[in-house]
Antibody
Framework: QLQLQESGPGLVKPSETLSLTCTVS??????????WGWIRQPPGKGLEWVGS???????YYNASLKSRLSMSVDTSKNQFSLRLRSMTAADAAVYYC????????????WGQGTLVAVSS | SYVLTQPPSVSVAPGQTARITCAGT??????VHWYQQKPGQAPVLVVY???DRPSGIPERLSASNSGNTATLTISRVEAGDEADYYC??????????FGTGTKVTVL
């Protein structure tokens, strides 16, 4: 069974950079039908797509975050990562990684999520 | 940007039918997916490609999509169906868009 697990700091200072990693197990990140995405959810609010990456390194980002966001992939470790610069309180959220089915554009497997707070 | 609007809440008695709508301009021309999210848990895909269910999702959950509204229907509602539900589409101009979410309460 495919599993995804997010890892990273639970607390980031304002203006600093958030770095998160998603480790995929039970399947290869190099599958041709799948992208790998990040979705976030501020406390008590709805879901927001952050960005997605293919195993080749091809990326596309939410336009509202594009200037601060970068994503990378390490196929040897079956991992992909997110870096979000200049963090503010508005970026505080649960960050989920998920497998993205390229054919249907649905997110069919999700990690459990990691809560990121922004505070000095 | 493309917007998907859902009712904030739906209440339903056990055994009855819950219908959750997802409104968007000409959403019938897009492919809609639905997610169930229970408190403290990650979302789970319960319907994809407008009306298909992943393995393990009960037939009580069904969905349709036409015109400006997509609908998720939960038949014979059970206490375990209490959750937040989100619709989602891919839009050429907005990429991945989630609906505003609907909290289903089982009375």
């Amino acid at each position: 069974q495919l599993q995804l697990q997010e890892s990273g700091p639970g607390l980031v200072k304002p203006s600093e950079t958030l770095s998160l990693t998603c480790t995929v197990s039970g399947g290869s990140i190099s599958g041709t039908t799948y992208y790998w995405g990040w979705i976030r959810q501020p406390p008590g609010k709805g879901l927001e797509w952050v960005g997605s990456i293919y195993h080749s390194g091809s990326t596309y980002y939410n336009a509202s975050l594009k200037s601060r966001l970068s994503m990378s992939v390490d196929t040897s470790k079956n991992q992909f990562s997110l870096r979000l610069r200049s963090m503010t309180a508005a970026d505080a959220a649960v960050y989920y990684c998920a497998r993205q089915n390229w054919d249907s554009h649905s997110f069919d497997f999700w990690g459990q999520g990691t809560l990121v707070a922004v505070s000095s | 940007s493309y917007v998907l609007t859902q009712p904030p809440s739906v209440s339903v008695a056990p055994g009855q039918t819950a219908r959750i709508t997802c409104a968007g301009t000409n959403i019938g021309s897009k492919t809609v997916h639905w997610y169930q999210q229970k408190p403290g848990q990650a979302p789970v895909l319960v319907v994809y490609d407008d009306s298909d269910r992943p393995s393990g999702i009960p037939e009580r959950l069904s969905a349709s999509n036409s015109g400006n509204t997509a609908t998720l229907t939960i038949s014979r509602v059970e206490a375990g169906d209490e959750a937040d539900y989100y619709c989602q589409v891919w839009d050429f101009t907005s990429d991945y868009v989630f609906g505003t979410g609907t909290k289903v309460t089982v009375l």
